[in-house]
């Protein structure tokens, strides 16, 4: 967005920066048209809805790892190693937290939730060896 502090609504009007807040712990940028703006606008209901306040905006402040992310994801070898990442590492995932329920560590301190990690992987590696011997089997080879 550069040096320019304001919005322009649908309607043509000005929306000019009135501050930063934290939204749901997301900085956010708060822009914000003059109430005299849209006291005669035919939009205003749809704009500003029943209140009797002016129209306001919110954009997100994204971090730079969001940025670098997005620049990244913009050439083709990076969306090629994500898209391998998804088929490899996201299966596990959705399998342990979905399938089986396995949401909260019923355990605590770092050894025990390592045990009982190591033993979720285990029960998935061997679910898997299950699987993959039992087509290897049913199809004749």
């Given at each position: 967005m550069g040096q320019q502090e304001a919005l322009v609504c649908p309607e043509g009007q000005r929306l000019e920066w009135v501050g930063n807040r934290k939204h749901h712990g997301i900085e956010c940028r708060r822009y914000q048209?003059?109430?005299?703006?849209?006291?005669?606008?035919?939009?205003?209901?749809?704009?500003?809805?029943?209140?009797?306040?002016?129209?306001?905006?919110?954009?997100?402040?994204?971090?730079?790892?969001?940025q670098s992310l997005a620049q990244r994801m913009s050439e083709p070898a990076a969306r090629a190693l994500y898209k391998r990442r998804k088929e490899v590492a996201e299966w596990p995932?959705?399998?342990i937290k979905s399938l089986r329920g396995f949401q909260r560590f019923p355990v605590r301190g770092i050894y025990k939730v390592g045990l009982e990690g190591l033993w979720v992987a285990l029960?998935?590696?061997?679910?898997?060896?299950?699987?993959?011997?039992?087509?290897?089997i049913a199809i004749p080879t």
């Open positions: 048209a003059k109430e005299a703006d849209c006291l005669g606008c035919e939009a205003r209901n749809r704009c500003c809805g029943k209140r009797n306040r002016a129209r306001s905006v919110e954009r997100a402040i994204e971090p730079e790892t969001v995932h959705l399998w029960a998935y590696n061997v679910e898997q060896l299950m699987r993959v011997r039992r087509t290897a």
